[in-house]
């Protein structure tokens, strides 16, 4: 469950990445580095990550996502994911199964994915930038082990 539920929540970043041009801006404010804010967050309380980083880029005609995860031990969780805002699953790499994303924006600020594993829905995630685009916010919602509603926040300051 925890590992689901960390990519769901490092997933969830990646939904609000749009390039800007589609809404009239030159370069998206999404772009750069974000760092998990783990005392404003529900999710990430399990002492196994000590800090998540990610950098959002464009790439090709969509962008690139790379997450970083730190354990408390050393050791590092690499992944990447590269798509488009079109609805359409891709696949994140780094990962011993398939786990795949599909992002619909809600509005400007704010977009839903569905987060798959093994081609079945496993959570549902929408993120919401603040005004001055300094936070990230992810509320994502799966079902757990004995299949009852969990609804986690992730907070991500900019770097």
Known sequence: MWTQTI????????LVTWPGPMYGQSQA????????????STANRDPRFKRVTSTIEPWESGLRVTYDM??????????????????????????????TNAYSP??????RIVIKVDGAVAATATAVISPDGKTLTTNTLEKN??????RTVT???RQ
């Open 106 to 111: 809600l509005d400007d600020r704010s977009y």
């Open 29 to 40: 404010p999404w772009f750069g580095t974000w760092r998990l804010n783990p005392g404003k």
């Open 145 to 150: 082990a004995r299949g009852q509603d969990v």
């Open 155 to 157: 907070v991500y300051d």
């Open 7 to 14: 990519l769901v929540v490092v997933m969830g970043l990646s």
């Open 70 to 99: 730190v354990g408390s031990r050393g050791g590092v969780t690499h992944l990447e994911w590269s798509g488009k805002l079109d609805g359409r699953d891709y696949p994140v790499q780094g990962v011993d199964y398939l786990l």
